[in-house]
């Protein structure tokens, strides 16, 4: 990667993106962080498009994309598929354009995010769900869009989408009050680092662009690294935002020319940062919009006293995750371990077990016996929660010395898996 001024993307059209946007979205703020700016050492402000009209910044190049169509495209409709954000992007433009669009999306998608669509496309939308996974619901849209002639509205390899995506870097620099030493900026498809890198690069090009994916979905990098297109085999999909196994082809050539670097931060991290964001400063984001922020922490050392960007990308969060991004963050930071126990055959081994083998600290959060008849005999998987990490090899330590026979379930992936 290098940082040659050249871009795929005319930062006029971006401009004009801009004015068509203008009654469409909201101006999100450029907001100060003292929180982050004081744990990192350095000028953090956070671009919110958390704070977006349909709470991300997929509006953008839906809405720009469908003004650029004619109305003789435009005639039957538009088509789209999408597992949350770029629905709801659609679903408003349809509304605005009073044009009416069809929606495909995953069987298993959340309701909430189902509901979301409707309320914001009402009566101009349909919504269908079909297959399991997005790529089910993304075949049955074109399939649509063939049969039924309506204007495909892709989620982010498409020029319009780009530029349309791309008025967010604008409305950076317009907001700025001191140039911009970093900019972080989450990776799905790429269309967001695609748009906001050409319109840095070409007018703040000492500005140094870090993309930021999920390490379980790493589709850009991998490209990018290997210097063609790649297709991961399989991915992570918890940053539902940012998890793809395919990047676009214009994406693709674009952020290999104009990011300085991609990096990748681990699923527990960014959930790790989603409730830090929530618990200190009352801020809602989903996992993909917590990315660029779980960054700073692999970027610590070089960004050290300089001005840095974060781009909060959205806040689209199912409450119901809730349980699922604490654990993944206790995962990640050592505090939570999983064993299966064999208890020792003799009275009282489950309540030696609760006052001699536990720390003062140790929480147990999980406690299932496979012999439900006999309850301080045979084995039980059971989930602690500990304080501090170091206190791991002292808890293992003493189940030794007590004659508690365990497996540690955290190292063994597959058995993890099935039973957690």
């Not at 605005?96 to 929606?103: P, R, S, W, Y």
């Not at 050290?304 to 960007?309: L, Q, R, S």
């Not at 809730?322 to 930071?333: H, V």
């Amino acid at each position: 990667m290098n940082n040659t001024s050249t871009t795929l993307i005319d930062v006029e059209q971006i401009k004009v993106a801009a004015e068509n946007l203008k009654e469409v979205i909201v101006h999100t703020p450029l907001l100060p962080n003292p929180v982050l700016s004081e744990r990192y050492g350095a000028n953090i402000s956070l671009k919110r498009e958390d704070l977006q009209v349909v709470r991300s910044y997929k509006i953008r190049g839906a809405y720009h994309k469908i003004q650029s169509l004619s109305e003789e495209a435009l005639k039957n409709g538009v088509v789209c598929a999408s597992a949350g954000n770029h629905a709801q992007g659609v679903a408003l433009a349809c509304f605005k354009k009073q044009i009416f669009g069809t929606i495909y999306m995953p069987a298993p998608t959340p309701s909430q995010k189902v509901n979301q669509v409707k309320m914001f496309g009402k009566s101009f939308v349909k919504v269908v769900l079909v297959g399991d996974t997005f790529d089910d619901a993304f075949a049955e849209a074109i399939k649509f869009s063939e049969s039924k002639n309506a204007a495909f509205i892709p989620p982010f390899d498409d020029i319009k989408i780009i530029e349309g995506q791309g008025t967010v870097g604008k409305e950076i620099l317009d907001d700025s009050e001191a140039p911009i030493d970093y900019l972080i900026l989450p990776i799905g498809g790429g269309g967001l680092a695609s748009g906001v890198s050409s319109y840095f690069k070409t007018l703040s090009p000492n500005t140094k662009i870090i993309g930021v994916e999920p390490a379980g979905a790493p589709a850009m990098k991998a490209s990018i690294d290997k210097g063609e297109l790649v297709v991961l085999d399989k991915i992570d999909k918890f940053v539902d935002g940012a998890a793809v196994k395919k990047v676009g082809d214009l994406t693709f050539q674009i952020c290999k020319e104009l990011l300085d670097d991609v990096i990748t931060v681990p699923e527990g991290q960014v959930c790790g940062e989603i409730l830090s964001l929530y618990n200190e400063q009352a801020i809602v984001v989903e996992p993909a919009g917590a990315l660029s922020i779980a960054a700073l922490n692999v970027l610590k050392d070089e960004i050290k006293g300089k001005n840095v960007v974060c781009v909060v990308s959205g806040s689209n969060n199912d409450i119901t995750r809730t349980a699922e991004i604490k654990e993944r963050s206790m995962l990640f930071e050592g505090l939570k371990h999983y064993f299966i126990v064999n208890f020792p055959q003799r009275a009282g081994a489950l309540r030696e077990f609760l006052t001699d083998v536990l720390g003062p600290n140790d929480d147990i959060a999980l406690f299932e016996y496979s012999k439900k008849n006999s309850r301080e005999k045979g084995p039980a998987l059971i989930g602690i929660e500990l304080e501090n990490r170091e206190d791991l090899q002292p808890l293992m330590a003493r189940m030794e010395n007590k004659k508690f026979r365990f497996e540690y379930v955290n190292d063994q992936p597959e058995l993890f898996h099935y039973l957690i």
